[in-house]
C-alpha cells in the first residue's frame, strides 16, 4: 500500500458528495478521487439489469485507473442494486451506502419513518430487508422521486430552486396513510442531504433527516486503519464520465468539497 493511492468515490452525480464531506472530515489527509457517472444519470430510473451491468465494469475500470485502495458506492440506488455484484469483479474493500433504516428506528418517537429515495430504491427488497431486521415495530412509508435529485444537482450548479417543490415531495409521503405520524426520514439517496434545508424549509412541522455519511466515514476509516497517508491533505480529484455537459458548472461546487482537479473520461 502507497500513501498516495486515493479513496474512490462513485456516483451519477453530486450525490455522494454527502458522502465524501465526512470522509474528509474523518481523513483530512486521504487522497480523494471522486467519479461522476454522467453518461449513466439518473441512476433511480434504470432497471435492475441496467445498473448490474454498468456498476461494477465501470467502478471496476475507475479503480483500475486511479489505483484505489478502497471503493465507495456513494449512491444508494447502486449500493442496494449492484453491492454484491461489485464486490464479487473487484478485489479492493467496497463500501456500499444503503438507507439509513436502523438509526432512524433507534431515533424515531412515533414509530412512523418515512423513506425517500428514488424510485429503483424505495421497490428494492434490500429495503423491506432492513425494515424488517432494525425495524419491525414501526410503519414505514416510501416514496421514490427523481425531481429531488434534480432539484440537488440545480442546487450545486448555482441555479435556484423553487420552495414549493420541496413541499411537494414531502407531500409524496405525509399524504400517504399514517403520513401524517412521521417524525423521521431517511434521505435513502445521497443527493437528498444535499437539500436538507429547502427539506426542513418546507416541512410544516418537525422532522427529523437521517443518512448514512458518517457512517460511511467510520466505515472507511475502520477499513484503512494503520495504512500510510500522505503528510498533508492535496487537491482532490474529479473525474468526469462525461454525457457531453460542461464540467464547468460544478467547478465551484466540487471545489467546496476539496475538488480541484476536473477531468474527463
Ligand atoms: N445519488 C443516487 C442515490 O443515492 C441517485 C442519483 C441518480 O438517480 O442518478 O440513489
Redesign the pocket.
Known sequence: MRAEQPILLL???V??LSILGPVREKLPNAPIVYALDQAG?????KSEAELTARVPALLGRLAEHVDARLAVIA????SVIALEPVRAALAIPIVG?VPAIKPAAEISRSRVIGVL??QS?VRQPYVDNLSREFASDCTIIRYGT?DL?ALAERKMRGEPTDSEDYAVILDGLFSQPDGDRIDTIVL????FPLVEEELLAAAERPLTFVHGGDGIARRVAHLTEGQPWPDSPSPGRAIFISDGSDPEALRQGLSSYGLEILETL
Request: some cysteine.
Open positions: 456516483d451519477t452525480g450525490g455522494g444519470y439518473p441512476y433511480g430510473q449512491c444508494n440506488t447502486a451506502t429515495g428514488t430504491t427523481h435529485v435513502a439517496c445521497t443527493h
